[in-house]
């Protein structure tokens, strides 16, 4: 923490490079949330390009009480919500697919093909939650975040996260059980 407190010091001194620095340390983790929330490659380009935008314009009401790395999740998922507001997204097909393999199954021995069909029905899915319920979901049990740190990053109530993982949770094993249901059906035929 001490390197990154030396760091917001100097981007909030105007360095460029520091500014840069710390653009290199998050472009991925915020890349990769963008893409967990939008589904598509191009809209989480333009979300991570906003939330460095918004970064580099805010950074002088960064207080340093959380790591900058939390600063910008927020940042993203703020800027993702207000998207889905807005209905401000690329209207072509969305890839299910691209990305996704880091997020899901990647190191299980199940085929190719399986693994295909699987991560579709996953993202069908999660389609059906909320946007709140979805970055909530995929903060908690994608990205590895604490409920804590969720709550703080939606500037909710730790009960609001989990109020919301339960019904992300309930829509999905709702979905899980029709799929099964319909599998099972198909097969007796």
Same mark, same amino acid.
């Given at each position: 923490?001490?390197?990154?407190?030396?760091?917001?010091?100097?981007?909030?001194?105007?360095?460029?490079?520091?500014?840069?620095?710390?653009?290199?340390?998050?472009?991925?983790?915020?890349?990769?949330?963008?893409?967990?929330?939008? +589904?598509?490659?191009?809209?989480?380009?333009?979300?991570?390009? =906003?939330?460095? @935008?918004?970064?580099?314009?805010?950074?002088?009401?960064?207080?340093?009480?959380?790591?900058?790395?939390?600063? @910008?999740? +927020?940042?993203?998922?703020?800027?993702?919500?207000?998207?889905?507001?807005?209905?401000?997204?690329?209207?072509?097909?969305?890839?299910?697919?691209?990305?996704?393999?880091?997020?899901?199954?990647?190191?299980?021995?199940?085929?190719?093909?399986?693994?295909?069909?699987?991560? =579709?029905?996953?993202?069908?899915?999660?389609?059906?939650?909320?946007?709140?319920?979805?970055?909530?979901?995929?903060?908690?049990?994608?990205?590895?975040?604490?409920?804590? =740190?969720?709550?703080?990053?939606?500037?909710?109530?730790?009960?609001?996260?989990?109020?919301?993982? +339960? +019904?992300?949770?309930?829509?999905?094993?709702?979905?899980?059980?029709?799929?099964?249901?319909?599998?099972?059906?198909?097969?007796?035929?």
């Amino acid at each position: 923490m001490p390197k990154e407190t030396e760091l917001i010091k100097r981007i909030k001194q105007g360095d460029k490079a520091a500014f840069d620095a710390m653009i290199d340390d998050n472009i991925v983790n915020v890349r990769a949330l963008a893409l967990s929330l939008t +589904r598509n490659p191009y809209d989480a380009d333009d979300i991570a390009q =906003e939330v460095f @935008l918004k970064a580099y314009k805010g950074i002088s009401g960064f207080r340093n009480d959380c790591r900058i790395g939390t600063w @910008l999740y +927020r940042i993203t998922i703020n800027t993702f919500l207000n998207m889905r507001k807005r209905n401000d997204f690329y209207q072509a097909e969305s890839n299910p697919g691209v990305g996704k393999d880091r997020l899901y199954l990647n190191d299980s021995p199940i085929s190719d093909c399986a693994r295909s069909d699987i991560n =579709e029905k996953i993202e069908n899915a999660l389609c059906l939650l909320t946007p709140r319920e979805r970055t909530v979901f995929v903060l908690r049990h994608y990205e590895d975040i604490s409920i804590k =740190e969720i709550a703080f990053m939606l500037a909710v109530s730790m009960n609001s996260v989990k109020t919301l993982l +339960r +019904r992300a949770a309930f829509k999905l094993k709702n979905c899980a059980l029709a799929v099964n249901r319909s599998n099972n059906g198909r097969n007796k035929k």
